[in-house]
């Protein structure tokens, strides 16, 4: 099924260039904005305006939250009848050490707020909240894919894998701009998608 948007496009595999195309350029807007800077490191709210920033050309429901239960192959995230209590919850949640940051990550994952684009959202977040609280972020290029999605998946029972991971990852150039884009590029292979050069952009 393919999503209504605003670019009245019709066809999957030209919606999926167009919003990566878009995404990309709004990312690296938030970046060379200083945009990131100014948002509340893990609070929803943030993740909603990073969501909104990023897909709000394309989508309606872009900063909202989801509408209707969605799954990943046997995976189910959050019903809808607990999401709004889920994000309340996990916001609430300490973010004071590189393992509660991780913690607290896995969980957004598992609630899944959005339609669509909750991967690329939830990493730009993610990578807000290491830097005001440990002042890292992940160098996503440094992700293994298929480790990094078989970690994920396993994450919602023992997340101890997805730690390690990522803090093999973790840089202290939390102002590069190679390095963010690096991971803009990458987080589009996370989720399947063809990519294209941000050099392109």
Not at 26 to 42: I, Q, S, V
Not at 136 to 149: H, R
């Amino acid at each position: 099924m393919i999503l209504e948007n605003k670019l009245k496009i019709t066809d999957q595999v030209e919606l999926s260039r167009e919003e990566e195309k878009i995404s990309k350029t709004r990312a690296k807007e938030m970046f060379e904005t200083g945009y990131l800077n100014e948002l509340e490191a893990g609070t929803f709210d943030s993740l909603k305006k990073i969501h909104k920033y990023l897909f709000g050309e394309i989508y309606e429901f872009a900063g909202t939250l989801r509408k209707v239960n969605i799954a990943k192959g046997n995976f189910r995230f959050t019903p809808l009848a607990y999401l709004e209590e889920a994000v309340k919850n996990i916001e609430k949640m300490p973010q004071s050490t590189y393992e509660e940051i991780i913690e607290k990550y896995v969980e957004m994952n598992v609630a899944h707020p959005f339609r669509e684009g909750n991967g690329r959202s939830t990493r730009i977040w993610l990578d807000v909240i290491l830097k005001k609280e440990l002042n890292l972020v992940v160098d996503w290029a440094k992700v293994d894919k298929t480790d990094y999605l078989l970690a994920m998946e396993r994450s919602p029972i023992k997340d101890i894998e997805i730690k390690e991971l990522l803090k093999k990852s973790l840089t202290n150039k939390v102002n590069d701009r190679e390095i963010y884009m690096k991971g803009i590029d990458t987080s589009y292979l996370y989720e399947g998608y063809l990519t294209f050069k941000t050099e392109d952009l």
